[in-house]
């Protein structure tokens, strides 16, 4: 059983479209998280979602729109992709937002 | 705002040493948890091992243990027994206990080499 999964896990696209990233917990937790690797490596928290409602918005463009349809769910939906999205995007669940962040598989985006 | 800094971009071992990763935080918070990832080829961040603050004892998984020094804002990792698997990015995670849903503030990391 996956724990924290999220689809899909490579996706390559050309400038100026539009894509969605999906995650799933099926762990029973109440907190979600968005995450970027860029190309050095460094993760650097986007967004975070408590019980649906959005809690945590670092400056991230407005083409990124986080969305929470359930406490199990938290997609992202990225808008006129740019070169510079090309990164790893991983999503992260915990209980409480307290407690140890267990992450997705993470989604390579590569933008040509 | 939370600092994690990692001073060793890379590091190799030989199988079956010991290795010690660095970690240094900078925080005005006296409660908080640290972490250490793993992150192998595959790219899945893996939990490694957990430290509350609040707890003088240094936590320990198997061959992994840290070695936690509030005072001095370090939190080193230790990895016995090194074994090919081990081979992976290392990063080093800060959480404050403040108020919740804390994002994680992650180093940039240590690349470690497993030499057979």
């Known amino acids: 059983d996956t724990a924290v999964s999220q689809t899909p896990k490579y996706l390559v696209t050309q400038m100026g479209n539009d894509k969605s990233i999906k995650c799933e917990q099926n762990l029973g937790h109440d907190t979600m998280y968005w995450y970027k690797q860029d190309s050095k490596k460094f993760l650097k928290i986007m967004f975070s979602y408590n019980n649906k409602e959005l809690i945590i918005n670092e400056t991230v463009p407005n083409r990124f729109s986080p969305k929470s349809p359930d406490k199990a769910h938290l997609n992202l939906h990225i808008n006129s992709l740019e070169l510079g999205d090309s990164a790893v995007y991983f999503c992260?669940?915990?209980?409480?937002?307290?407690?140890?962040?267990?992450f997705g598989p993470g989604t390579r985006l590569l933008v040509l | 705002a939370q600092t994690v800094t990692q001073s060793q971009p890379e590091m190799s071992v030989q199988e079956a040493e010991t290795v010690t990763l660095s970690c240094t935080y900078d925080?005005?918070?006296?409660?908080?948890?640290l972490f250490w990832y793993k992150q192998p080829p595959s790219r899945q961040m893996i939990l490694v091992i957990r430290q509350e603050a609040y707890k003088q004892q240094n936590a320990t998984e198997n061959r992994f243990s840290v070695n936690f020094q509030k005072a001095a804002k370090s939190f080193s990792l230790k990895i016995s027994d090194s074994q090919l698997g081990d081979t992976a990015m290392y990063f080093c995670a800060f959480m404050t206990l403040f108020s919740g849903n804390t994002p994680l503030v992650f180093g940039k990391g240590t690349r470690l080499s497993v030499i057979a």
């Open positions: 925080t005005s918070e006296s409660n908080y948890y």
């Open positions: 992260a669940s915990t209980l409480g937002g307290l407690e140890t962040q267990y």
